[in-house]
């Protein structure tokens, strides 16, 4: 009994003895001066560093497995590198830091408190950086890991010339407690040496990791350039852009800037104005729930930019209830023709007039060196900076130009510098219009390579500004394979080689038309004193071989009841020229007949057409000769016998759709087809 009595006396002042020591060890930690160890501490500091570093005033240290410091005045130094002189100036702050991982290198700090902050940070384009804690400023692993900022007031400057970066942001703390967005900013500068201004609101406690609890709200009215942002909505952490959900508003004048902006390849447009979601989870963007508007069209649909690869890859499906075809101009390089202003009103009608009369001579000669072909040159650099697979769709398509289209649609794929658009399809003249365009910016030139069908085309909505083709009917079919280089879409069809074919079966065609082809006055009087009528069209077609832009016809021929119409001649697509020639077979009699073979000749945006004056000359001069005996004999000059025979239909439509092949022979009776022009 005794024995244990002792043993219990002596744990008794044991316990004791501990508690005590425990009690005094903690009164010396908890009063222990630590301003006595503020020399050998920045000192030590400085040396790992290989920068200055200073606690100025005080330091108080509460010790913990999670030890809290606390500062008053503390500093930091950048780099010599560096262009401004602190990495941090701060009139106190208060930390959390993790002991166990330093013992590795490692510096966690788990909450991090800043008054009145000055921060300068950096990084260079070599991977330098000034918030890298180490002589080897390179080392990524060398950056802090802070779980939460708050702060008060203070200023931050950051400067990365690789980004065209250059802003200046000063911060402060709303004094009402009851605001839920305590946190505002304004930041100035450049980038992507882009005129650039921020400001906004944010939580009082800026969450800079993702293992913090919940997302931090955040308020962004930023505009750089010409490009607007407004967002507001949550995101779980800032350092990494992650866990971001939140509705966006983004405006600008053109798309194709969010390349320089953000590194996202869009085509070029006009103004724009979208809204929608934006949330980004590890590194994939998603834009959803689009809407909004490019020049006169709208637009909906999602998009995503996956940045995990080292080429980020855009993928989505976006769509316009109505395409405005003056918006889509800009993506396939075409410009806006310049209006001419209307003479000024001169002294006297008379000059005026002869004012307006050089205006339009001059604007006719504008229009015939007006390229109509798109020059607008591929950006090769962008096809390769980025991957894409989106689809795009318009229900509606208007304002075309006199081109019939209706509706379109087409896959975007981009893969390693390889663009295709396949399939496309595109609602034309109530037929459509299908096939596929290949792009390869791996060569130089860019090479493309394009096979289109065309299909079921309404004539008399082929030609929407032409009255007289409003009455006709059939419907047209053909085929486009050609392949070339360039670097515009101007240059590749001027280097182009390949196949194009355009066929018609039977149909109705308006009689006026094949009368002015033929000069057939009497009958075209006839039609317009008693209304135009239409005549039946046995078949038409038109194939060309084409060679390094050459288009050279392998068959031009149209047969109606009233007459046979054969043709020949070249188109050159490097030069935007025409040399057609078409002669007229009546296959019946008239008066007032001076059918001469018909040239169509021109630039592409001022083409030209009129009789052979050579043959009509020699025809003219005959009447003339035969008037001077008796005017009633004139008439005879005029008169057509109606040598035409019906073409073989069949016959030329399978010579036309066959890709390669030579010109049928002309028929018997037929003048046989002049020389092509060279």
């Not at 039977?506 to 009087?525: T, V």
């Not at 296959?587 to 000749?601: E, N, T, V």
């Amino acid at each position: 009994m005794n024995n244990s009595l002792i043993k219990s006396s002596h744990f008794r002042k044991v316990l004791a003895v501990l508690a005590l020591l425990l009690v005094v060890l903690t009164l010396v930690v908890f009063f222990f001066p630590w301003d006595a160890l503020r020399g050998p501490i920045n000192r030590y500091v400085s040396g790992q560093l290989g920068r200055r570093f200073e606690i100025t005033k005080h330091l108080a240290v509460y010790l913990g497995r999670t030890t809290t410091v606390r500062v008053e005045g503390v500093e930091i130094a950048n780099p010599e590198w560096a262009s401004e002189p602190y990495l941090l100036q701060a009139n106190a702050a208060e930390f959390d830091i993790e002991l166990l991982p330093l013992l590795v290198g490692k510096v966690i700090l788990p909450r991090i408190v800043l008054s009145q902050p000055k921060v300068g940070l950096q990084i260079e384009p070599d991977g330098r950086r000034t918030w890298a804690l180490a002589r080897d400023t390179s080392d990524k692993g060398a950056a802090p890991d802070i779980g939460t900022l708050q702060v008060d007031q203070g200023t931050l400057k950051y400067l990365a010339t690789a980004q065209g970066a250059n802003v200046v942001a000063q911060f402060s703390v709303a004094k009402e407690a009851a605001e839920q967005l305590p946190l505002s900013y304004e930041a100035k500068g450049k980038w992507k040496n882009e005129s650039f201004t921020a400001n906004g609101r944010t939580g009082g406690v800026l969450k800079l990791s993702q293992n913090t609890g919940a997302p931090f709200p955040l308020e962004v009215n930023a505009v750089a350039g010409r490009t607007s942002l407004k967002a507001q909505g949550v995101i779980a952490n800032l350092a990494e852009l992650a866990g971001v959900d939140a509705t966006f508003d983004l405006q600008g004048r053109n798309l194709e800037e969010l390349y320089k902006l953000l590194g996202v390849v869009l085509p070029s447009t006009p103004a724009y104005k979208l809204r929608g979601k934006l949330s980004k989870h590890g590194q994939v963007w998603a834009a959803s729930q689009i809407q909004g508007v490019l020049g006169k069209s709208d637009l909906s649909g999602a998009l995503s930019f996956d940045q995990s690869s080292v080429v980020p890859l855009l993928t989505g499906k976006v769509q316009s209830k109505l395409l405005d075809f003056e918006d889509l101009g800009p993506v396939i390089g075409l410009t806006p023709v310049a209006r001419r202003p209307v003479a000024a009103n001169s002294a006297s009608s008379a000059s005026n007039g002869a004012a307006i009369d050089v205006q339009k001579k001059d604007m006719r000669s504008e229009d015939a060196s007006r390229k109509v072909l798109p020059v607008t040159p591929l950006d090769v650099a962008k096809l390769k900076a980025m991957n894409a697979d989106v689809s795009y769709s318009a229900a509606d398509i208007r304002h075309a130009r006199n081109l019939p289209l209706d509706k379109g649609s087409v896959q975007v794929k981009l893969n390693a510098g390889v663009l295709q658009l396949e399939p496309v399809s595109l609602g034309v003249a109530g037929g459509t219009v299908a096939g596929r365009i290949r792009i390869d910016a791996n060569v130089t030139p860019a090479a493309f390579d394009t096979k289109l069908d065309v299909r079921g085309l309404r004539l008399n909505q082929l030609f929407p500004a032409v009255e007289t083709t409003k009455s006709s009917l059939g419907r047209i079919s053909g085929q486009f394979d050609l392949k070339g280089q360039g670097n515009s879409v101007a240059q590749m069809l001027g280097s182009a080689s390949g196949d194009v074919a355009v066929l018609m079966g039977k149909g109705e065609i308006s009689n006026i038309l094949l009368e002015f082809i033929g000069l057939d006055g009497g009958e075209a009087i006839k039609f317009f004193l008693r209304g135009d009528r239409n005549v039946e069209l046995r078949c038409a077609a038109a194939a060309f071989g084409v060679k390094q832009g050459l288009m050279t016809s392998r068959a031009i021929v149209l047969d109606t009841t009233d007459t046979v119409i054969n043709g020949r001649g070249q188109v050159s697509l490097a030069h935007e020229t025409l040399d057609l020639v078409l002669d007229p077979l009546p296959k019946d009699r008239s008066i007032l007949s001076f059918r001469s073979p018909l040239r169509i000749g021109g630039t592409f945006s001022a083409p030209s057409a009129g009789p052979d004056k050579a043959a009509l000359a020699g025809r003219a001069g005959i009447a003339l000769a035969l008037a001077a005996i008796n005017p009633l004999l004139a008439l005879a000059a005029t008169l057509e016998t109606g040598p035409g025979h019906d073409a073989d239909c069949a016959g030329v439509l399978a010579q036309a759709a066959k890709p390669g092949a030579a010109a049928p022979p002309p028929r018997a009776g037929a003048p046989a087809p002049a020389a092509t022009k060279k």
